[in-house]
C-alpha cells in the first residue's frame, strides 16, 4: 500500500479546514472519515486509521452478533418476526460496512483531490478567506452534527432507560445509523458548498447585467449575517468584474468538481435509497405483526417511527437543496442569455457562450450510476412508493 505523502498542492487554508472540521470530527471518531486532514494539509487516510477502522467493523460486528442472541432469538416463536428482524439487523449492518469500507478504503486519491479542487474553486473566486461566506457553511455543518447527534444520542437514551441490559443489545445498531446517517448528512451538506458558489457567479453576471449602483452598502453591512443576493453582489463586486475576471474558468471548475461529488457520493446515495425504502417497509410490517401479536416493548412503539421520520428529514433537507442548487442553474444559464442579448460580438459574447454551452451539453446531476437522478421528484416518487407499498401491507394485514 503506498504511504501517505504530505506534498505542498495539498495545503489547504485554515479557514477550508474549518468548513467541514464538524462532520470530519465525528467520522474521525466513527471510523469513516475520507481524508486525514491536520497541520494544513490534506491526505488519503492514515494505516493507523485504516486499522482502527477494521477494528471498529469487528467491533460493531460483535454487537451486532449480541443483539441477535439477546435479542431476536426471543422471536423464534414468531417466524415472520424472527425473519423481520434478521433481515433488517443484516441489511443494517451490510449497508453500514459497505459505507465504511467504502469511504475508508477505496477512491482515497480522488477524496483528496475533492479536497484540494475546492480549495481552487475557492482562492480562484477569491473566498477563500471571506468569514461571511465561508460562516454560512461552517455553521450549517455545525448545526447539522449537533442536532442530528442529540437527536440520536436522545433516541439511544431513551431506548435504555429502565433496562441497562438494551445497551448491549442496541449499542451496535446505535453506532452502524450514527455512522451511516452522518455520511448521508455530509453529502446533503456539501450541495450548500456548490448552491453558495454557484449563486456568486450569478451575482458576477447581475453586477454586469445591472451594475452596481443599487447596492446600499450600509443595508449590506447591517445584513451582514445573511447571504442575500444583495449580499453575495456586494462582495463580488469588490474582487470581480464580469469584463476583466474568468468567470467563464470559474463556472468550468465548478461543474468539474460537481462531476466529480457525483462519482464520489453515488455509492451513499444508492445505499441512502435501498435503506430507507427497505428498512422502512420492514420497521411497519415489524410493527403490524408486532401489534398483532402483542409482543412489542415500549420503547420499539417510539424507535422504529423515529429512525423513519429522521430519514425523511433527510430525504426532505436534501430535496429543498437540490432544488435551490438546480434554481441556481437555471438562473445562471437564464443571465447567459440575458448577456448574450445585450452583446453581439467580442470576447464577452464567447464567454457568456461557453458558460451557457458548458450547462446545456453537461447539464449538472446528481446521477446514481445512470439507473436515475437524485432529484426532488424522484424523492418523491420514492416516498409515494414507500407509502403505497406500507398502505397494501395494511391491507394484506387487516383483510
Given amino acids: 500500500m503506498k504511504a501517505s505523502e504530505y506534498i505542498s498542492s495539498d495545503m489547504l487554508e485554515e479557514s477550508h479546514l474549518k468548513l467541514f472540521s464538524p462532520f470530519r470530527l ?24 485504516k486499522i482502527y477502522t477494521i477494528i471498529y467493523l469487528l467491533i460493531i460486528l460483535s454487537l451486532y452478533i449480541s443483539t441477535y442472541f439477546n435479542y431476536i ?16 439487523i443484516s441489511i443494517h449492518y451490510g449497508t453500514f460496512a459497505c459505507n465504511v469500507i467504502h469511504v475508508r478504503f477505496i477512491n482515497n486519491d480522488l477524496n483528496v483531490k475533492f479536497y484540494v479542487r475546492m480549495q481552487d474553486i475557492d482562492r480562484k473566486l477569491k473566498i477563500e478567506k471571506n468569514e461571511l461566506i465561508n460562516n454560512v457553511l461552517y455553521k450549517a455543518n455545525l448545526i ?21 441490559t438494551l445497551v448491549i443489545n442496541f449499542a451496535g445498531p446505535f453506532l452502524a445509523e450514527l455512522t451511516s446517517i452522518f455520511e448521508y448528512l455530509f453529502c446533503t451538506n456539501l450541495l450548500i458548498y456548490f448552491y453558495l458558489r454557484i449563486r456568486y457567479i ?27 443576493m444583495k449580499v453575495l453582489r456586494y462582495l463580488a463586486s469588490k474582487t470581480h468584474d464580469f469584463q476583466y475576471s474568468d468567470t467563464d474558468v470559474y463556472l468550468k ?10 462519482f464520489l457520493y453515488q455509492f451513499q446515495l444508492f445505499l441512502f435509497s435501498f435503506k430507507f425504502v ?3 417497509l420492514m420497521a411497519f410490517e415489524y410493527g403490524i405483526q408486532g401489534l398483532q401479536n402483542n409482543i412489542m416493548q415500549w420503547f420499539e412503539y417510539l424507535l422504529l417511527p423515529t429512525i423513519t421520520v429522521i430519514y425523511l ?29 445585450r452583446i453581439y460580438s467580442g470576447p464577452l459574447r464567447q464567454k457568456a457562450i461557453r458558460m451557457l454551452k458548458m ?19 424522484t424523492m418523491i416518487s420514492m416516498i409515494n412508493m414507500v407509502t403505497t407499498l406500507m398502505v397494501t401491507l395494511l391491507q394484506f394485514s387487516v383483510l
Fill in 26 to 49: 465525528i467520522q474521525m471518531v466513527l471510523g469513516s472519515c475520507r481524508v486525514d486532514a491536520k497541520y494544513r494539509f490534506v491526505t488519503a487516510p492514515t494505516k493507523g486509521q
Fill in 73 to 88: 432469538l426471543r422471536f423464534c416463536s414468531y417466524p415472520i418476526i424472527y425473519y423481520l428482524n434478521l433481515f433488517s
Fill in 144 to 164: 447539522t452534527v449537533s442536532v442530528f447527534l442529540f437527536l440520536l444520542l436522545l433516541l439511544f437514551v431513551i431506548t435504555i432507560t429502565g433496562d441497562m
Fill in 202 to 228: 450569478n451575482a458576477i453576471l447581475i453586477n454586469y447585467i445591472q451594475g452596481t449602483t443599487d447596492i446600499n452598502i450600509e443595508k449590506v453591512q447591517r445584513k451582514k449575517f445573511f447571504l442575500t
Fill in 253 to 262: 471548475n465548478i461543474l468539474e468538481e460537481i462531476l466529480r461529488f457525483q
Fill in 278 to 280: 427497505t428498512t422502512s
Fill in 313 to 341: 428529514i433527510i430525504i426532505i433537507v436534501t430535496c429543498i437543496r437540490l432544488e435551490a442548487f438546480f434554481k441556481e442553474i437555471r438562473y445562471t444559464k437564464y443571465l447567459c442569455i440575458k448577456v448574450l442579448s
Fill in 359 to 377: 450547462i446545456k451539453e453537461k447539464p449538472p446531476q446528481l446521477s446514481v450510476y445512470g439507473m436515475w437522478n437524485m432529484d426532488t421528484s
